[in-house]
C-alpha cells in the first residue's frame, strides 16, 4: 500500500471535517485556520441520547505530530468527563484504553477517534457512570 504523505492525508480530513461528519453528532476541524503544519485541531461530541451523556457537548483538543498518520494523534478532552479510557486529571484519552488508537492505523482518522469516543460513551458499562457538573473543564 502507498505511503500517503502527511499534508495530503491533512488536507483531505479538513475537507471532510468542514463538510460535516454524517448526523452531526461529531465535528472537528483546525484549531488555528493560519496553521500550515495542521497539528492543532478541535472536535465536538454531542452526547448519545439513552444516557448520561445526552444533550451534553463535549470539547475536545487532538495534536497531530510530524508522524501522523503513521502514530495517531494526541487526544485531550477539554471538557471534564467520566470514561476509563480519560485521564481524570488530565483530560488525556489514554492510547491504551481506546480500541481505534490502540490498534491506530494509517488510514484512521480524526473522525474514527470521535466516533468511537462516543461509542464508548454509549457503551453499556459507561452509559450511567457519573458525570462531573456540565460545562466543568479539565
Not at 504523505?5 to 488536507?11: A, E, S, V
Not at 481506546?98 to 492505523?105: F, H
Amino acid at each position: 500500500m502507498a505511503k500517503v504523505p502527511r499534508n495530503f492525508k491533512l488536507l483531505e480530513e479538513l475537507e471532510k471535517g468542514e463538510k460535516g461528519i454524517g448526523d452531526g453528532t461529531c465535528s472537528y476541524g483546525l484549531s488555528n485556520g493560519e496553521d500550515i503544519f495542521m497539528s492543532d485541531w478541535n472536535g465536538t461530541i454531542i452526547g448519545p441520547p439513552g444516557t448520561i451523556h445526552e444533550n451534553r457537548i463535549y470539547s475536545l483538543k487532538l495534536y497531530c505530530d510530524d508522524n501522523y498518520p503513521n502514530n495517531p494523534p494526541i487526544v485531550h478532552f477539554i471538557s471534564r468527563i467520566n470514561l476509563p479510557c480519560v485521564n481524570q486529571h488530565s483530560g488525556k484519552v489514554e492510547p491504551s484504553r481506546l480500541s481505534c488508537l490502540s490498534q491506530w492505523k494509517s488510514s484512521n482518522s480524526l473522525e474514527d477517534i470521535l466516533v468511537d469516543l462516543r461509542r464508548e460513551m454509549a457503551n453499556a458499562v459507561n452509559k450511567k457512570l457519573p458525570q462531573p457538573p456540565e460545562g466543568s473543564t479539565f
